[in-house]
T-cell receptor
Framework: DTAVSQTPKYLVTQMGNDKSIKCEQNLGHDTMYWYKQDSKKFLKIMFSYNNKELIINETVPNRFSPKSPDKAHLNLHINSLELGDSAVYFC?????????FGPGTRLTVL | GENVEQHPSTLSVQEGDSAVIKCTYSDSASNYFPWYKQELGKRPQLIIDIRSNVGEKKDQRIAVTLNKTAKHFSLHITETQPEDSAVYFCAVPNNNNDMRFGAGTRLTVKP
């Protein structure tokens, strides 16, 4: 069974479009995250949710809006996509400390 | 918040040699220190971690050492193999219990 899953795996879209990435975890964790990994491989946290409540919003443009319908799901919606949004986006969940990452979504904005 | 620095950014070793990656952090209250490995095109995965009550932890060919006084911890890989080639990240808990990751080290093991 996949512990943390996210869809889609690849996303290619035009500038200005709106897109969503979905994430689900079956580990029973209370905390979920979104990370952005740029071309230089730097892993930067974007959001953290604990039991459906926003804990961290790390100076992310408000074009990015996370939504957590329940503690097993944390989706990411991005409005008005820009070239600089191209990256790999990882969802993750954690119990106490260890982060379990999803497979990543490679977003390419043309 | 926590500031994490990782060195070197790239490391190339011959198969069979050892590799060492170092991470420094700023918050002396931190008490958990993991290392993640990310193979090409894959997700980061935890390979070893250490808590502040010990100075060293080993798991086969990998080990992590911690110097709390100097606020740094290191990943040691002995007898490196080509499959060790990957990007390695250190991480340190931040105030809100999220993880702050180092910038990553790209390790290449040449056969």
């Amino acid at each position: 069974d996949t512990a943390v899953s996210q869809t889609p795996k690849y996303l290619v879209t035009q500038m200005g479009n709106d897109k969503s990435i979905k994430c689900e975890q079956n580990l029973g964790h209370d905390t979920m995250y979104w990370y952005k990994q740029d071309s230089k491989k730097f892993l930067k946290i974007m959001f953290s949710y604990n039991n459906k409540e926003l804990i961290i919003n790390e100076t992310v443009p408000n074009r990015f809006s996370p939504k957590s319908p329940d503690k097993a799901h944390l989706n990411l919606h991005i409005n008005s996509l820009e070239l600089g949004d191209s990256a790999v986006y990882f969802c993750a969940s954690s119990g106490i400390w260890e982060q379990f990452f999803g497979p990543g979504t490679r977003l390419t904005v043309l | 918040g926590e500031n994490v620095e990782q060195h070197p950014s790239t490391l190339s070793v011959q198969e069979g040699d050892s590799a060492v990656i170092k991470c420094t952090y700023s918050d002396s209250a931190s008490n958990y220190f993991p290392w993640y490995k990310q193979e090409l095109g894959k997700r980061p995965q935890l390979i070893i971690d250490i808590r502040s009550n010990v100075g060293e932890k080993k798991d086969q060919r990998i080990a992590v050492t911690l110097n709390k006084t100097a606020k740094h911890f290191s990943l040691h890989i002995t007898e490196t193999q080509p499959e060790d080639s990957a990007v390695y990240f250190c991480a340190v808990p931040n105030n809100n219990n999220d993880m702050r990751f180092g910038a990553g080290t790209r390790l290449t093991v040449k056969p």
